[in-house]
C-alpha cells in the first residue's frame, strides 16, 4: 500500500517537471546514486511536496523556493531495514526513530513479536499506533508464533489464526512475520498450517526463519508458502537460501560471515534481486553509536561489495520485496526519501529527507520524534520475591522415579551425579558433566553456570527451571537477571551463587521487568523496563549509556564476548526454543532439533557414591 499523495501535491510536481512551476526544494550538483541502473550519475533532484519531481541534467534548473549545494556528494534513495524487532533496542517507536533516521534509514518493515509474545494483540496494536505520525516509516507485520515452540515454552498470550487474520487485515501491516515454528510447518501442524493459510489469504508478504535447515527442508518450506530467511549463522548460509528462491534478508549480526558472503556474491553473475538487508536485534548504544543498515552497508562495501550494489540491496530490492513502487529508487513520482551522503565510502549522512522534509543533519534530528497516543502494555511481571534458595539445583534422590526406576523405600542420597548438559551460545549441543550434590543441590562445577528460566506472565505458577550451562566463561563473580529473553521474555537468570542471582532476579521484579548485574550481594548495574519488561520510556541516549554501564558490569562478573557483536544478545537469546539444539525454558530442559521436553537433568544409570 503506498503512502497517500494530495492530488494537489501530484498535479505541482507535473507542472514543476515540465518548467511550469518552481520546485519546492532542489539538491543541486550531486551525484546520484541509481540504485536501477548501477550508475553513478552527476544530476539534480527537484521535489515538490512529499514527491520527486524530477531529476535532470545539472545546472539546467535554479527555481525553486529552496536550492541546496549537494555538490561533491552522492545522494541515494532512504534506506529501508527489511527485518527488525525495534523492541530488541529497548526503544519505543519514536525514541527508536530518532536513532536511525540521521542514519539514513527511513522505511522499517517491524516485527512486534516480543510485544506479542508479552501483551498479544494489544501488544502489536501499540506498536501500530505509536508508531503514526513518525519521520521513519514502520511498516508492521503480523507475529505469526506466538508462542514461537508451544507445548515448549509459554509466554504471555497464544495467538492463533483468527488473531493473525485480525491483525493482518489492519491496513498499517504489510505481512505475516517472521514464521519460526519450522516443524509445524513441516510437520504440518494445524496451528501453523492456519497461521500462513491466514498470511497467504491477505495477499500479503510472509516472512520466515529457515535456521539449521537442510537443503531438503528448505525446499519443503517454501513449498508452504514461506518466502523469506534471515537466519545465517554459517558459511554457505547465503548462498543455498538465495539459490533455493528464499528472499535472503541478509544481516550483519556475525561480521566474519560478511566476507564470504561478498565474495560468493561478486562470483554471481547478477546480483540477485531477493537479497535485502536488515538489522534484526539491535541495541540503542549500537545504533547511536555503530548504526543500523547504513553500518551494514560500510561493512559490505568495505570488504568489497561495489557501493552502488551494497545500497541496491538496501533500497531497490527492499521496495521491490514490499511491493512499494514509491520507494527504493531517486526518480519522479517517487516518494522524496533521500540520504545526502559525504561520501560511499563512509556513509556519512549529510542531511536525510523524508518524504521531502529535511529530517537530520551531520546526525542531529531536526524534526520531532515522539510516540503517538497509545495504550503501553504495563504491569507484565507477575512474579513475587525469590530467594537464593530458588537458584539452587536440587536432584531427587537416587532411585526415585525421575531415574526412571522404581523409588526404593529409603531413597538414598546422591553425592555425585551425571547431568545433562547446556553447551555453547545460541549454537548448542548437548553435553554432559560429572557433578557433586551437597544437601541435595549441585555444586556448580569449574566451566559451567547455571541458567534458570521463570514463567512470569501469571499463567501457570512459576517454578524455577534451571541447568548447568557450558562456553560461557571459566570463571564467574555474579549474576545478570532479565525480562528481555527473546522470545517469550520470561525471566531468566545467570549465575553461580544463589545470592547473588536472587539479588539480580529481584532487581528486575521490582522495576516490573528489566535487566540487573550484580555480584557480592550487590547490584552493579540496571536497567528499567515498564513497559512489557522489554521497553523503557527513556530517550535513546538514556538508554545507550544505561547499556553501556550492563555491560562493562557484565563484562567484569565473566560474561565472554561470544559469537555475537553484541554479547549482552547472547543472554537474551540463549531461551530461543525456535533454534536448534537444547535449550531451557519456563517450561524445563527442551531440545530445538527434535522439538521434545527432555525429562530432566540426570542422566540414566546415575548413581551415588
Not at 546514486?33 to 524530477?54: F, I, K, M, Y
Not at 504495563?378 to 513475587?384: N, P
Not at 560429572?434 to 501457570?460: C, K, S, T, W
Request: glycine share 12%.
Amino acid at each position: 500500500m503506498r503512502d497517500q499523495v494530495d492530488a494537489g501535491v501530484r498535479a505541482r510536481a507535473v507542472r514543476a517537471a515540465l518548467g511550469d512551476e518552481p520546485f519546492d526544494l532542489l539538491l543541486s550538483g550531486g551525484r546520484v546514486v541509481d540504485v536501477g541502473t548501477g550508475e553513478l550519475r552527476l544530476a539534480d533532484v527537484g521535489v515538490v511536496g512529499q514527491l520527486v519531481a524530477s531529476v535532470h541534467p545539472p545546472g539546467r534548473r535554479d527555481d525553486a523556493a529552496e536550492v541546496v549545494d549537494c555538490a561533491g556528494t552522492h545522494i541515494a534513495p532512504g534506506l529501508i531495514d527489511m527485518h527488525v524487532h525495534f523492541e530488541s533496542s529497548m526503544l519505543t517507536p519514536g525514541a527508536y526513530a530518532s536513532a536511525v533516521a540521521p542514519r539514513g534509514t527511513t522505511t522499517v518493515f517491524c516485527d512486534p513479536h516480543e510485544l506479542a509474545n508479552v501483551a498479544g494483540v494489544d501488544g502489536v496494536r501499540y506498536a501500530v499506533e505509536a508508531s503514526r505520525g513518525l519521520p521513519v516509516r514502520f511498516i508492521v507485520q503480523a507475529p505469526s508464533c506466538v508462542p514461537p515452540q508451544p507445548g515448549l515454552e509459554l509466554s504471555g498470550h497464544d495467538l492463533d489464526a483468527g488473531d493473525v487474520a485480525l491483525m493482518l487485515a489492519w491496513p498499517e501491516v504489510g505481512g505475516l512475520a517472521e514464521v519460526m515454528d519450522m516443524l509445524g510447518v513441516l510437520g504440518a501442524d494445524d496451528r501453523m498450517v492456519g497461521v500462513v493459510k491466514a498470511g497467504l489469504d491477505s495477499g500479503k508478504l510472509v516472512s520466515g526463519h529457515a535456521a539449521g535447515l537442510g537443503p531438503a527442508q528448505l525446499q519443503a518450506y517454501l513449498c508452504a508458502g514461506i518466502e523469506s530467511d534471515h537466519e545465517v549463522f554459517f558459511q554457505g548460509d547465503v548462498l543455498a537460501r538465495l539459490r533455493a528462491g528464499l528472499t535472503v534478508e541478509l544481516r550483519g549480526m556475525i561480521d566474519g560471515l560478511l566476507p564470504e558472503v561478498v565474495a560468493h556474491l561478486a562470483a554471481l553473475p547478477e546480483l540477485p534481486a531477493h537479497l535485502v538487508l536488515c538489522t534484526d536485534d539491535l541495541f540503542a548504544g549500537t545504533l547511536l553509536r555503530e548504526g543500523g543498515i547504513d553500518h551494514l552497508v560500510r561493512r559490505l562495501v568495505a570488504y568489497g561489495m561495489p557501493p552502488a550494489r551494497a545500497i541496491r540491496a538496501a533500497t531497490y530490492h527492499s521496495a521491490y520485496r514490499l511491493g512499494r513502487p514509491d520507494l527504493g529508487l531517486v526518480a519522479a513520482g517517487r516518494l522524496a526519501d533521500l540520504v545526502v551522503l559525504d561520501d560511499l565510502l563512509s556513509f556519512h549522512a549529510r542531511e536525510v529527507y523524508a518524504g521531502g522534509v529535511r529530517i537530520a543533519r551531520d546526525g542531529r534530528l531536526l524534526v520531532p520524534c515522539a510516540d503517538a497516543p497509545a495504550e503501553p502494555p504495563l504491569k507484565t511481571v507477575r512474579l513475587g520475591p525469590l530467594s537464593p534458595g530458588d537458584f539452587v539445583l536440587r536432584l531427587p534422590p537416587v532411585g526415585t522415579e525421575a531415574d526412571g526406576v522404581g523409588a526404593p523405600a529409603v531413597a538414598p542420597p546422591r553425592r555425585r551425579a551425571r547431568l545433562r548438559s547446556v553447551h555453547g551460545i545460541i549454537s548448542t549441543a548437548w553435553g554432559e558433566v560429572d557433578v557433586d550434590v551437597e544437601a541435595g543441590g549441585v555444586v556448580v562445577p569449574r566451566g559451567h553456570i547455571l541458567q534458570a528460566v521463570v514463567h512470569r506472565h501469571g499463567r501457570v505458577p512459576p517454578t524455577v527451571q534451571m541447568a548447568l550451562v557450558s562456553g560461557w566463561g571459566d570463571t564467574w563473580d555474579g549474576a545478570i537477571a532479565t525480562t528481555v529473553s527473546h522470545d517469550t521474555h520470561n525471566l531468566v537468570v545467570f549465575g553461580r551463587d544463589p545470592e547473588d542471582m536472587a539479588v539480580a532476579a529481584n532487581a528486575v521484579i521490582a522495576t516490573d521487568g528489566g535487566v540487573a548485574v550484580a555480584s557480592g550481594g550487590s547490584v552493579l548495574a540496571q536497567i528499567a523496563l515498564p513497559i512489557a519488561g522489554i521497553l523503557s520510556d527513556r530517550p535513546a541516549a538514556e538508554v545507550a549509556r544505561a547499556q553501556e554501564h550492563l555491560l562493562l558490569a557484565a563484562r567484569a562478573i565473566g560474561l565472554p564476548e561470544g559469537v555475537l557483536s553484541q554479547p549482552l544478545m547472547q543472554v537474551f537469546a540463549s531461551t530461543l526454543a525456535c533454534l536448534p539444539g537444547p535449550h531451557v525454558t519456563d517450561l524445563g530442559l527442551m531440545d530445538g532439533t527434535t522439538g521434545e521436553l527432555v525429562a530432566g537433568p540426570v542422566l540414566a544409570g546415575s548413581a551415588s557414591l
